[in-house]
């Protein structure tokens, strides 16, 4: 997959990249795609990705190649780069030399191992989606600087997977809360049925019976649903057993 004739990306590269919810891809994958994508725009020696979470530390990375990996991988380790200030700026950073004085006293540790591995520049752009950055991704270039048209279509990129980073994060928690409010229904119906089930076996009110299911939760420290499970499920031999005949 290339960019089109006219230097933009075209609609099924951004497709593939934004539609990851719909195939199930996990964030890895998206990365590991956009990062293939973008180390084929011209100049592009290899291309990096990070992940972010809310308190800027990285939590997950993916690269187009083993150049792409260790120049990456070298900024989470050493807690400096382009990357990472990409990340916490939310502003691209386009063309930096990695031999710019300026670039040797930001990052000298980056800067340095960018050299020794024969990288003459980088161009970082963010992964955002709405107010937020998500990521950052690293174009490591084969040449010194990158034309506008080229740094523009790299961040059409980024902001396609960001896209889908962001739906695939909310599509997670989506499918998270309604595993939790199924859960919590499952308990509050099994709680209901062993508190009938004690009222009547027991001779006493379903508010004494709920009495009962949570002191015996409380003083074992295992959940009340628990109980009742063990009384609605095993009555001979669970907790307040039935009477026998």
């Not at 991988?73 to 950073?93: F, H, W, Y």
């Not at 107010?131 to 523009?152: I, S």
């Not at 928690?173 to 499952?186: K, M, P, V």
């Amino acid at each position: 997959m290339t960019p089109s004739s006219g230097g933009h990306p075209t609609v099924p590269m951004l497709l593939n990249l934004a539609d990851a919810p719909v195939r199930e891809e996990n964030r890895e994958t998206v990365l590991r795609r956009l990062a293939d994508t973008a180390a084929r725009l011209p100049g592009v020696e290899s291309a990096g990705c990070v992940l972010t979470a809310a308190d800027g530390a990285v939590v997950t990375s993916a690269a187009s190649g083993d150049l792409g990996h260790r120049l990456t991988s070298v900024q989470v380790e050493l807690g400096e780069g382009p990357a990472l200030d990409t990340c916490r700026i939310g502003k691209p950073l386009a063309n930096v030399s990695m031999g710019h004085p300026h670039t040797r006293a930001r990052w000298p540790r980056f800067a340095a191992k960018a050299v020794a591995v024969g990288v003459p520049a980088a161009t970082v752009l963010p992964l955002r989606y709405a107010d937020r950055v998500l990521g950052a991704l690293n174009l490591y270039h084969g040449r010194g600087a990158q034309p506008p048209a080229d740094v523009d279509t790299g961040q059409l990129l980024a902001d396609a997977a960001a896209i889908g980073l962001a739906h695939r994060a909310m599509l997670d928690d989506l499918r998270s809360r309604e595993r939790e409010l199924r859960t919590a229904l499952n308990s509050r119906v099994i709680i209901e049925q062993a508190k009938g089930l004690l009222a009547g076996r027991l001779d006493c009110t379903v508010d004494d019976a709920f009495d009962l299911l949570r002191r015996h939760a409380r003083s074992r420290q295992i959940k009340i649903a628990d109980v009742a499970r063990a009384v609605v499920h095993d009555p001979a031999y669970g907790p307040f057993p039935a009477p026998r005949p």
